[in-house]
């Protein structure tokens, strides 16, 4: 099992690269008990919680979406993927506190699952490009990286779409709160969307308690359920 080295709140954690049940790989950290993606499917999941679930139910031609959690950069990559498909206009904004390197996401190698190799080049320079500014990747995806956390966000009614891809709320649970809600509820314009792997009651009790209108729905394999909130009626 090969193992690399990253950081999280100033540490330094080992991180192992674990094939997942759909033939994909994400990473999982020992020191924490957890992993990027789920082990019961990383392209799986990222296709149904965040591209079915979220930019798919948005019926959306041209969206700005807020990931949170850049991590491995897959769910940038499936969302890359559906806008060739189906010649969206995609301004993709994605905060990540603790960066990973190319040298460390390419082991993963997403660029030869089934469907994605031809993305391989737009694949890396989604990790080599600058932070701070949008960069174009192609002509319908844009992507903008900000290396902040999320307490520091100060968006308004800016998205359509938000991507909620922490770590689980017992690893992050500052992450999972009234305060950080406000914030995502804040930068969605009306009517958007914000999608999460998480069903958790405490996290949609907070994402009710700030104003979200919330739909449970079912989860990706291995999970009963997930959430879908929406800013006012939809």
């Given at each position: 099992m090969l193992s690399i080295f990253v950081y999280l709140n100033s540490q330094i954690l080992i991180k192992e690269i674990?094939?997942?049940t759909d033939g994909s790989y994400t990473l999982y950290v020992p020191e924490l008990d957890e992993t990027y993606h789920s082990t019961n499917g990383a392209l799986q999941e990222s296709n149904h919680v965040f591209i079915e679930a979220g930019?798919?139910?948005s019926g959306l031609k041209k969206a700005a979406v807020l990931e949170v959690g850049f991590g491995t950069g897959l769910n940038a990559l499936t969302t890359f993927k559906e806008t060739e498909k189906k010649e969206l206009l995609i301004e993709f904004t994605s905060l990540e506190a603790y960066p990973l390197t190319w040298a460390e996401v390419s082991p993963l190698d997403y660029m030869n699952m089934e469907g994605y190799q031809e993305y391989s080049i737009p694949f890396e320079e989604m990790h080599s490009c600058d932070w701070g500014d949008f960069t174009p990747i192609s002509s319908?995806?844009?992507l903008r990286k900000l290396n902040l956390k999320l307490q520091e966000l100060t968006f308004e009614n800016t998205f359509d779409i938000i991507y909620f891809d922490?770590?689980?709320p017992q690893i992050q649970p500052e992450l999972w709160t009234e305060d950080?809600?406000?914030l995502m509820y804040k930068a969605l314009k009306s009517k958007g969307v914000l999608v999460t792997y998480c069903a958790k009651g405490t996290v949609k009790r907070a994402l009710k308690a700030v104003g979200f209108q919330l739909q449970s729905i079912p989860g990706p394999p291995g999970k009963r359920e997930?959430?879908?909130?929406v800013k006012g009626d939809y």
């Open positions: 674990l094939k997942t930019l798919k139910f319908n995806f844009s922490a770590f689980a950080i809600f406000a997930m959430t879908r909130a």
